[in-house]
């Protein structure tokens, strides 16, 4: 099973990512943590840093790049989950290139539809648990008191806006390049996560599992 997580941000991507690596067991690969985690190990080239900081998309290359060196690692080859990439046409064109040379085939697109209204407010009120990962939302799915808060540096309000304008200005184009190819399954993205992840598996239970396809 390969799948792509699209949305913006704030659209629940990291939440619903979590679920659908769990239902198939595959990793989930998310260029955000990957670049988070380069960052908290001080080897994140500076200049990238302060592109990420400020809400702006890292050079196409840089992400290819990382993914290459990922899909490489022996967990991805009975399939993976994609969070946060490809959020351009050529990182999308650059995937493409590169699971052709492994043989393997995109399973599914699956689009979290939010309207831009409710995305700010889930932003600015999300917090991830420094020791477990989780993400939590003060007001509708409050943290445990003993977890350690972190607040993302890009989810402050000057730089959330900054991010929604460089979803609708380079990602959404990939909708109807999906779209076109027949993969994409679009999945309302507003209420209570245990619906929406039951949306998503309405929507993937229509893809034949990896493999079935490619036998005939
Ligand atoms: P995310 O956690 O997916 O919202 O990513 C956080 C930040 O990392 C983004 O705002 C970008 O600065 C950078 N980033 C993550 N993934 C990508 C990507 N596929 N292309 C370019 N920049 C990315």
């Not at 790049?65 to 991805?76: H, K, Q, V």
């Not at 380079?170 to 993969?183: F, I, N, S």
């Amino acid at each position: 099973m390969i799948v792509i997580l699209v949305g913006p941000p704030g659209s629940g991507k990291g939440t619903q990512a979590e679920f659908i690596c769990k239902r198939f067991g595959i990793p989930q690969i998310s260029t955000g943590d990957m670049l988070r985690a380069a960052k908290r190990a001080g080897t994140l080239d500076p200049k990238y840093l302060a592109i990420m900081d400020s809400g702006g998309l890292l050079p196409d290359e840089a992400i290819l790049g990382l993914i290459e060196r990922r899909l490489e690692e022996a967990d991805t080859k009975a399939g993976f989950l994609l969070d946060g990439f490809p959020r351009t046409v050529p990182q999308a064109d650059g995937l493409a290139a590169l699971l052709a040379t492994r043989g393997v085939a995109l399973d599914a697109v699956v689009q979290l539809d939010v309207p831009r209204d409710l995305l700010e407010e889930r932003l600015v009120n999300r917090r991830t648990d420094r020791k477990s990962g989780r993400i939590y939302h003060l007001v509708y799915n409050p943290p445990p008191a003993d977890a350690d808060l972190e607040h993302r540096e890009d989810d402050k309000p000057a730089t959330v806006a900054r991010r929604q304008d460089a979803y609708e200005a380079q990602t959404a184009a990939l909708l109807p390049y999906y779209d076109a190819k027949g993969l994409l399954r679009r999945v309302d993205g507003v209420g209570a996560a245990a619906d929406i992840t039951q949306r998503i598996e309405r929507a993937l239970g229509s893809v034949p599992a990896s493999g079935e396809e490619k036998a005939t």
